[in-house]
């Protein structure tokens, strides 16, 4: 194979290992091009503002999410919560004299108090998550997928399986509208939560204790990290993050239903591997899953452009979920 010396490091820069490291991402790449010059309102602003809006929500639950793959755990309730969030905020931000009300003697409430409830509730689930990983040492696996499918009982039990639409004009405006005509509201909303995750995850001891316990959990322990009560704030946080999109899902999309948030722990969970979160622990960046979210959201929206069914579109995602965690574990057996 092909190698270079680099002058800087000493070390043969080999194309192969190059592309192995990056095929996903040049594979979208060319997806990209392609779709663009095949199909005329691809580059356009109002499918760069759509592709903006989907991946801010996704953002979000992924960065919940990247917490627990660090520890070298992971959350499947994250898609479940989110639309039991979405669900929640949907009953309480409807028009106030809509006659199909979902609770028809609802006062009208400030858009603030459906956005506090939801954060609580996912809060609380998140907690719930937390407790039972630390405290019952159940996997984190097993540990989420039984408040994953609790969770879904809950969204049918509140919901009644109906879908709820009908929401206030400023409600809908928020989720729908554009700064600029081109910017939505809820990318910004992203943008700051982003930026308030980087610094928590490299400038405070709680990213510090993150890594940690995902490098070598004993180690941390030893070191005097409270690996316990470390865990349950990871787990915290991500809920309250889930009730941040579904509270946001809710308002872009102006409805919701029992099926709201159905699949996005496992979207998530490959957008932040394609990023660079290590299934082994220890390693990830909020660059890194920003990019892989939008990654996996272009490829998407090019497969629906480029006229596949979405019954392939999910063969070929879920392709990509294995093809991105066998690359990670391949890096992972090198750096070893």
């Given at each position: 194979m092909f190698k270079v010396a680099s002058q800087k490091s000493g070390k043969a820069f080999s194309l192969g290992d190059f592309l192995t490291k990056n095929s996903m991402y040049i594979v979208v790449a060319a997806m990209i091009l392609y779709t663009g010059i095949t199909q005329d309102n691809?580059?356009?602003?109002?499918?760069?503002?759509?592709?903006?809006?989907n991946t801010s929500v996704r953002f979000i639950i992924a960065l919940g999410v990247s917490g627990c793959l660090i520890i070298r755990g992971t959350d499947l309730s994250a898609g479940r919560i989110v639309g039991l969030t979405a669900i929640i905020t949907a009953t309480l931000v409807q028009q106030p004299d809509f006659?199909?009300?979902?609770?028809?003697?609802?006062?009208?409430?400030?858009?603030?108090?459906?956005?506090?409830?939801?954060?609580?509730?996912?809060?609380?689930?998140?907690?719930?998550?937390?407790?039972?990983?630390?405290?019952?040492?159940?996997?984190?696996?097993?540990?989420?997928?039984?408040?994953?499918i609790m969770t879904y009982g809950f969204v049918l039990i509140y919901s009644q399986s109906k879908p709820i639409g009908t929401f206030k004009d400023e409600f809908?405006?928020?989720?729908?509208?554009?700064?600029?005509?081109?910017?939505?509201?809820?990318?910004?909303?992203?943008?700051?939560?982003g930026l308030a995750m980087w610094i928590l995850y490299n400038k405070t001891r709680y990213g510090k204790y993150m890594y940690a316990i995902g490098g070598n959990e004993n180690a941390a322990e030893v070191s005097g990290v409270n690996v316990r009560f470390s865990k349950i704030k990871i787990f915290l946080l991500a809920g309250l993050l889930?009730?941040?999109?579904?509270?946001?899902?809710?308002?872009?999309?102006?409805?919701?239903?029992?099926?709201?948030?159905?699949?996005?722990?496992?979207?998530?969970?490959?957008?932040?591997?394609i990023?660079?979160?290590?299934?082994?622990?220890?390693?990830?960046?909020?660059?890194?899953?920003?990019?892989?979210v939008f990654v996996f959201e272009l490829l998407k929206v090019c497969l629906t452009y480029l006229g596949v069914t979405p019954d392939m579109t999910n063969v070929i995602q879920g392709i990509v979920i294995i093809v991105a965690v066998a690359l990670d574990i391949r890096k992972t057996m090198v750096r070893r």
């Open positions: 691809f580059f356009t602003l109002g499918n760069a503002a759509n592709i903006m809006a006659a199909g009300k979902f609770f028809p003697n609802l006062p009208n409430l400030p858009i603030i108090v459906p956005l506090l409830l939801a954060l609580l509730v996912g809060a609380l689930l998140g907690l719930l998550n937390g407790a039972i990983v630390s405290y019952l040492n159940v996997p984190p696996f097993l540990a989420t997928l039984g408040t994953q809908v405006a928020f989720g729908q509208g554009k700064l600029f005509g081109f910017l939505p509201y809820i990318t910004i909303v992203a943008a700051v939560v889930y009730g941040l999109a579904g509270f946001l899902l809710s308002a872009k999309t102006g409805s919701a239903g029992a099926g709201a948030g159905m699949g996005y722990e496992l979207d998530a969970i490959a957008s932040a591997t990023g660079g979160v290590s299934t082994a622990g220890g390693q990830g960046t909020v660059p890194g899953i920003l990019l892989g």
